[in-house]
């Protein structure tokens, strides 16, 4: 469903993604994680086509040639794509009912179904009493939400979620990653980045490793373990992380 192929990304003279190649399949819910400065930005924003690689190339929709490029059909492949990012972005003078309308207008979604969109995720989000309030009296967290909302408006197949827990409480924590279990479930291809091991260890079907530009490591759990030459089958992720970006701390 998401297909990186030879992805590099220089900025000047430093490379921020060196030859990365990746595969995410249909419906997978897939973790990226990686130090700060790793690639981990660069990577989303080029996959949501926010940025243009340096060469190599992001396809979704399709396996082995047959997807959309990012780059050369970027209207089409942004359709089937919903993007979360670490810090919201609104217009803060439209309210968050007006907001989700925006953003479901430019995907060509019926009235209909986005008024049905923001009686559901506004419902469940508690949002529904602040649904006609300006944005700008939102908490961050309550701007999260409704970015959570407009990435789901369309219905897209891909979902790529940056740090979906900043500024939540925990109840809020809760709802979210519940949701985003059920859209996999349901077949959504999930690609989320975050520095929050535990939720992706909770969450996540396979992880990725990025570190400095490069994946050192992809698998589930038990893979994870092999890569890190460990036999501890009660191992968290945070100490396989540790072990494999060489960060290990000593007891």
């Known amino acids: 469903m998401i297909q990186i192929e030879q992805l590099t990304k220089f ?10 190649n990746l595969e995410i399949h249909a419906g997978e819910f ?73 953003v479901g207008g430019l995907y060509s979604v019926p009235v209909k179904t986005i008024d049905e969109h923001v009686r559901r995720y506004f419902e469940m989000f508690g949002l529904l009493d602040a649904a006609h309030s300006l944005i700008e009296s939102y908490s961050h967290g309550m701007k999260q939400k409704v970015v959570m909302t407009g ?24 709802v979210v990653k519940d949701l985003l279990k059920q859209k996999s479930r349901e077949g959504m291809t999930i690609f989320l980045s975050t520095h929050t091991l535990d939720v992706a260890e909770e969450l996540c079907d396979r992880i990725g490793i990025i570190q400095k530009g490069r994946l050192i490591a992809v698998g589930g759990m038990d893979e994870l373990r092999e890569l890190a030459k460990d036999e501890s089958t009660d191992l968290r992720l945070e100490s396989l992380f540790l072990k494999l970006t060489g960060d290990e701390v000593d007891a």
Do not use: C, W
């Not at 089409?76 to 919903?82: D, E, L, V, W």
């Not at 990435?151 to 979620?161: F, G, Q, S, T, Y």
């Open 151 to 174: 990435a789901l408006v369309h219905d897209p197949k891909v979902l790529i979620v940056d740090e979906p827990m900043v500024g939540l409480d925990p109840r809020s924590s809760r």
């Open 30 to 102: 897939f973790g990226f994680l990686g130090p700060n400065g790793a690639g981990k930005t660069t990577t989303i924003k080029s996959i949501v086509g926010l940025l243009r690689p340096t060469s190599g190339r992001v396809t979704v929709g399709g396996m082995d040639g047959d997807g959309i490029d990012v780059q050369k059909e970027p209207e089409k492949a942004k359709a089937m794509i919903g993007y979360i990012p670490d810090s919201p972005f609104l217009y803060e003078k439209l309210t968050g009912y007006e907001y989700v309308h925006f």
């Open 11 to 20: 900025y000047g003279s430093v490379k921020a993604l060196d030859n990365l």
